[in-house]
């Protein structure tokens, strides 16, 4: 089992896995701790999908084709988390395609300094584990 420590500073959206990193890594466990000593603090993890109009193409300058689509899907959205309180969220709370490419998975604080401890827990995939 991997860990990996992110520390959220500021609310800027933060890549957590890209779609190649996802076909290769199964989430285990993502706790998230508020580390504001008096803050309640609103979070979002979510997935981006992007859908390629022309099978991922890109254009001359190396950038998505205009047609092609982004959507989020949120896992947590605008969820609050009280000062000090960590949020633990195991395998069957996070739903994630990971046979696809196309998906990248994201984390934002809702507070100017981040505040936000995020632990994750992850193990390689392999062929014979269920992809939700």
């Known amino acids: 089992m991997n860990v990996t420590y992110k520390k959220i500073t500021d609310t800027s959206n933060v890549e957590l896995f890209s779609g190649p990193e996802l076909k290769t890594t199964r989430i285990n466990a993502i706790n998230i701790c508020n580390i504001s000593g008096s803050e309640t603090i609103r979070v979002n993890l979510y997935l981006e999908k992007t859908v390629y109009a022309y099978a991922g ?35 069957s709370d996070i739903c994630i395609d990971y046979t696809s ?26 062929s014979t584990q269920n992809n939700y």
């Open 57 to 91: 193409e890109l254009d001359s300058e190396g950038k998505q084709n205009s047609s092609d689509t982004t959507t989020a899907y949120y896992i947590l959205n605008s969820t609050s988390i009280p000062a000090g309180a960590v949020l633990q969220l195991d395998s």
């Open 101 to 126: 490419n196309d998906c990248k998975l994201y984390f934002t604080s809702g507070h100017a300094s981040g505040k936000i401890d995020l632990i994750i827990k992850t193990t390689g995939t392999s």
